[in-house]
């Protein structure tokens, strides 16, 4: 081998195991990254989780159907003329309030004044004819006795004088009838309520036949509410009406953040509509301050009874998996432990729990989906953790142990 090639086969050598000493010692760095990664994985498995938990505790649970309902009145009335007239004075302020009786327009009387004069004149005047009548049915009568007068005659006069009084009859009807048609001059409220906007202006002639009458009247004191239930929650409903015991009702607004009013249920339709399987309930409601208005939409929820000491945890607390329905519990030692658990119903954001837990057990609300059995836990709010506002919200609403009436 000449001078030449030596040097260069000797240079390729250096070269090609410079790159396996490098090679070699990626390797080995990696190898180490991944063990010290693996322990601190392994470390980090069972290094203690921040959790937070709640007592399940023991109370009187309200429980409640939830249905859309609309408020309805218990009357509704348009108020109509009885009578034409030219509309003379609104006694009312539109949208407020009346009783029943009180005076909400008045027509102008002067036509029926003049009626009313006429039937009268003409009472007095049949009335005269049948004294002069009577007079000489009298007269006749005695006639006949001494046999000085025909017994047609008399008979004559005695038909006469049933004519004049029947004409008097009619003229006091007519009587009667103008002082009516007089009386509907005045259009008083039939039934207590608010008013609505008038439909007729001052000046304007009243007919007895116009559709939107002179205004509306919409009884609030009390009223009712229409909702529905379907037909599988009758059962909770019917024992109670069937023994006439008044279940709660509460409305709530449009986004159930505040209750509006209380009332009680009042009666159940008679069937179940075919096309929806719900069945129309009507609840009543004093509605003393007024709250609730015609034709408004509410949220209806229907206490239906009232479980007695009964378990409660949140709802949230709650898990769903191959063992069923269960929570993680607690235990003295800070680990936890899978505690399957027979739930019943709910309630809002709480769970009555049938079977599983007494009150006092500890369960998990927040941070389950980092747990396993046996697992060590470290309860937030503790030292080096922050409080849970889960946690915190429920000890609040259950420090004291609430007995709804």
């Not at 990696?30 to 938990?53: D, E, L």
């Not at 009223?223 to 069937?242: G, H, K, R, Y």
């Not at 235990?331 to 505690?339: C, E, Q, Y």
Request: charged share 15%; proline share 5%.
């Amino acid at each position: 081998m000449t001078l030449p090639n030596a040097r260069r086969f000797r240079g390729k050598t250096t070269l090609i195991l410079g790159l396996l000493l490098l090679l070699l010692t990626a390797l080995v760095w990696w190898r180490i990254a991944a063990t010290r990664a693996a322990a601190q994985n392994q470390r980090g498995k069972f290094a203690p989780q921040v959790i937070s938990a709640v007592q399940a505790v023991t109370r009187d649970m309200p429980l409640y159907l939830n249905a859309l309902g609309t408020v309805t009145p218990n009357n509704t009335v348009t108020v109509h003329s009885m009578v034409n007239g030219q509309l003379q004075r609104i006694a009312f302020v539109e949208g407020g309030m009346v009783k029943a009786g009180q005076l909400l327009v008045e027509l102008d009387p002067r036509p029926y004044q003049v009626q009313l004069a006429q039937a009268q004149g003409q009472l007095l005047h049949d009335q005269a004819l049948l004294a002069n009548a009577q007079i000489d049915l009298t007269r006749y009568q005695t006639l006949q006795a001494q046999n000085s007068i025909a017994e047609q005659q008399v008979a004559a006069q005695a038909s006469l004088v049933k004519q004049y009084q029947g004409s008097v009859i009619t003229d006091r009807a007519a009587v009667d009838n103008a002082r009516l048609q007089l009386v509907y001059c005045r259009i008083s409220a039939p039934v207590s309520g608010r008013v609505g906007l008038k439909q007729v202006d001052l000046g304007n002639i009243v007919h007895s036949s116009d559709a939107n009458g002179v205004v509306v009247i919409t009884q609030m004191q009390p009223t009712n509410v229409l909702f529905s239930i379907p037909e599988d929650d009758l059962s909770q409903v019917l024992p109670a009406l069937n023994a006439h015991q008044p279940l709660l009702v509460e409305a709530w607004d449009r986004g159930n953040l505040r209750k509006l009013a209380e009332g009680k249920l009042l009666t159940a339709d008679n069937q179940v509509s075919a096309s929806t399987g719900t069945v129309a309930l009507k609840a009543v409601f004093s509605n003393a301050d007024n709250i609730l208005f015609p034709q408004q939409f509410v949220n209806v929820r229907l206490r239906t009874e009232v479980r007695r000491n009964a378990v409660v945890i949140p709802l949230a607390a709650m898990q769903r998996g191959q063992p069923g329905t269960f929570v993680y519990l607690v235990k003295p030692d800070h680990t936890v432990s899978l505690r399957v658990i027979v739930a019943g119903p709910t309630s809002g954001d709480q769970l009555i729990v049938n079977s599983g837990l007494v009150a006092g057990d500890r369960v998990v609300l927040d941070g389950v989906d980092r747990l396993r059995e046996g697992a060590r836990v470290i309860l937030a709010g503790g030292p080096g953790a922050a409080p849970a506002a889960g946690a915190a919200a429920w000890k609040g609403k259950h420090h004291h142990a609430a007995n709804p009436a």
